[in-house]
């Protein structure tokens, strides 16, 4: 099955990312309503797209009172049906992840669905820091958490030679 | 809602702030105005040019702000994310449009507008808080003080909104240095003509900004295959694909030495014999951490650097970039050639120092290190000696550099006369002809007795002596769009013209002008005929460039200055560089000025005939 990879190293912080994915839900340039997120540590100078990796528990599926989150078989995406969810938004408390988001406007949730299998945002990308392949684990995590915790580890390290 | 909401690529809606009465208000963006000046630098100056008295003081509260985006400012675009800040320039009397990337510009489109007014002076330290259509100009007295990276840490955990974009002054700023910038995202500069001072005259510590809303197309489908045939040439060009990703612009360095046309010690010289250790490729292999993209821009030249802590704490300045516990960002080349080779200065940790002081502090880099250079030679003549400057300032001095960085922006000893710029320096010290600059601002990293279209652009250019208002470096030594002989005069007028037209109309697209690195403005038409509905054509494209040229030089007219002022100061004209490959050269700006004027229709002064305003519509 393909899944989303980031690749941290490669990420210049350009949000083209977030662009093409809120360009695909709103026809608009609206990075609010964006599921992929660039985060920027400039103290780190690590730059880091997040987004839903579509894990197994689910949470969000779980939590739903209306079950308005099924699984797009094709792809492994958890999706939410519009005209089943009631925007009640506790999927977005579930998420441990914060990929669950709500839109005020609607009054709906949304989220990653992998654009159906042809990710926006990996096309986007100048860099190829967003691929989607066929893995067996979402493997992408691992290296962000660790280039992250490289940065902060950095951080400390140069407070601690400092004092 | 109101018909302003038809618009699309522009917002339709200008925020206006009269600082003075903290009166705020929101008024529909002149749509013909709009369609004539597109935007950014365009519509800045239109609106200056409407609303302000040219002959105020630039530092009064008489004088006018703007901040402005374009059209494609805040789309996918590449490189959709400038903003442009127009006013008259504390360093030069001249009006000014200083230009910046990162992600102020988009998110100010995302809350809404297209540009900011601000007007009069606020009784006391404040910013400016602007959350969507909700607009606060609230007290600053706790921020005052603070250099732009504590300002932007203590502003975002205030205002506690994730996402909060801001862009400040430094000390610099406050203290009313002549060459003071407006800093946003940390590192990205509205870097000249003291746009920086103008804001500190009014009291304006900063103006933070969340918005939530989007940018609008007129025609998604047609919109989105212009922006991906831009992308297609982007990818294709050596310098937008490979130079500026791998190097950014500090591999301009090793080039332009090579030609002899890195000016050295305050233009005393253009060969520096220690380009390399300041290079990019230098700086590249040492001291780069990441490379840094603005929004949305696909090449990302940012260079973000580091010092290991002794390379940073080898310097006596008590200003140290506190919460950049890794890196900072820069030098980019022209800083570089400032900073380095014009003060002779050949040691990259101190220009990556002084560059990170420079970006904290809220100074132009490039101002800065050539005022330095000049006050180095001044000591080098003996005009000052060190009982006045406090401490050695001799051509090579790292140390003097650094130190005269923190000096400067808080006016302490002889930083106080650094701080009026070189102009206003060499003048008060009797020795004005150590200026090197046009319009009171100092040149930029290319010698113009190598380079003679360079020297007809920086004599003409409307805001004082910039790299950014005709780049002929790119013709006459990147061979682009075709090569052309630096050394000779012939065709000079010509490009010079067709570079500032050009560049005038980019400005006003809220796009980058290193796109036309490997793009021109035949590329960019669709998309912002496709964003904004209106069907441009590439002529008019051209003749809005040549507008907003024209405008800018007759708001210059109503400001004092005339032909007489499109001049370069004497050792550009008169003396022969001394030794390497330019040796012997003058810049010969009285073979390429009056075929100028003529291309312009201007008359033989340099006046804009009539004819030429009915033309262009500035009747």
Known sequence: MKQLRVITEKCTSCVQCELACAFVQTGTFQPSRSVIRVHIFDEQAVYAPYTCFQCDEAWCLTACPVNAIGIDSDTNAKVVMDDVCVGCAVCTVACPYGTMFYNPDTHKAFKCDLCGGDPACVKSCPTGALEYVDMDQPDWLASWADKVNRGFQHMQDEEGGNA | ?619
């Open chain 2, 1 to 619: 809602m109101s018909a302003t909401n038809t618009m699309h690529g522009w917002t339709g809606t200008v925020l206006r702030v009269n600082l003075t009465t903290g009166a705020i208000t929101k008024e529909p963006l002149n749509a013909e105005w709009a369609r004539d000046y597109v935007g950014g630098r365009g519509l800045g100056v239109k609106y200056l040019s409407e609303e302000m008295d040219p002959s105020v003081d630039p530092l009064s509260p008489e004088n006018k702000m703007i901040f402005a985006t374009g059209p494609l400012t805040g789309t996918n675009a590449s490189c959709g994310s400038r903003y442009m800040v127009v006013t008259k320039g504390a360093l030069t009397n001249a009006i000014t449009t200083s230009n910046s990337g990162g992600f102020w510009g988009p998110e100010m489109k995302f809350a809404g507008y297209d540009m900011i007014i601000l007007e009069g002076k606020a009784a006391q330290p404040s910013y400016l808080w602007i959350y969507d259509d909700r607009v606060e100009l609230r007290e600053a007295t706790h921020l005052w003080g603070k250099t732009v990276w504590q300002t932007e840490e203590a502003l975002r955990a205030e205002l506690g909104v994730p996402d909060t974009i801001i862009a400040s002054i430094g000390p610099a700023g406050e203290n009313l240095v002549r060459f003071a910038c407006i800093m946003n995202d940390l590192h990205r500069a509205a870097g000249r003509s003291g746009v920086g001072a103008v804001m500190g005259s009014k009291n304006l510590k900063a103006i933070a900004l969340r918005g939530t809303g989007g940018v609008s197309l007129a025609d998604p489908q047609a919109y989105l295959e212009g922006q991906w045939a831009m992308k297609e040439k982007l990818r294709q060009s050596p310098v937008t694909a490979e130079g500026l990703p791998m190097y950014g612009t500090e591999v301009l360095v090793n080039v332009i030495n090579e030609h002899g046309a890195l000016p050295t010690r305050n233009h005393q010289q253009t060969v520096f014999d220690e380009a390399e250790n300041i290079s990019g490729e230098t700086l590249t292999e040492t001291r780069l951490v990441a490379n840094k993209a603005c929004f949305s821009c696909t090449i990302a030249c940012g260079r973000v650097s580091t010092l290991p802590g002794e390379a940073s704490s080898k310097y006596s300045v008590t200003t140290n970039p506190q919460n950049w516990k890794i890196a900072g960002e820069g030098p980019e080349y022209e800083a570089a050639w400032a900073m380095g080779s014009e003060c002779g200065v050949g040691d990259l940790d101190a220009l990556i120092k002084a560059n990170w002081l420079c970006n904290d502090l809220g100074m132009d880099s490039i101002s800065f290190g050539a005022s330095v250079a000049a006050a180095m030679e001044l000591f080098e003549k003996g005009v000052v000696s060190q009982d006045e400057t406090g401490i050695p300032l001799e051509f090579g001095s790292a140390e003097a550099l650094v130190a005269m960085a923190e000096k400067t922006a808080y006016r302490q000893g002889f930083g106080d006369a650094v701080a009026e710029g070189s102009k206003r320096m060499t003048e008060t010290l009797g020795r004005p002809e150590f200026f090197m600059g046009v319009r009171g601002q100092e040149f930029a990293a290319y010698e113009a007795r190598a380079i003679q279209g360079m020297g007809l652009g920086y004599a003409t250019s409307n805001r004082g002596a910039c790299h950014l208002k005709a780049y002929t470096v790119a013709a006459e030594i990147l061979g682009l769009p075709r090569q052309m002989d630096p050394r000779a005069t012939e065709e000079k007028a010509e490009i010079t013209k067709i570079f500032q037209d050009a560049t005038s109309t980019v400005d006003a697209t809220g796009l980058c002008q290193f796109l036309t690195f490997g793009v021109g403005l035949e590329e960019m038409l669709p998309q912002l005929s496709a964003a904004t509905g209106v069907p441009y054509t590439l002529e008019e494209l051209v003749h809005i460039g040549e507008r907003i040229w024209n405008l800018e030089r007759l708001w210059n007219e109503r400001a004092g200055f005339t032909g007489k002022d499109d001049t370069l100061p004497k050792r550009i004209l008169e003396e022969p560089i001394p030794s390497g490959p330019a040796k012997g050269e003058v810049n010969r700006l009285g073979e390429m000025l009056p075929e100028y004027y003529e291309l312009r229709g201007w008359d033989k002064d340099g006046k804009i005939s009539e004819a030429k305003k009915k033309e262009l519509g500035l009747e």
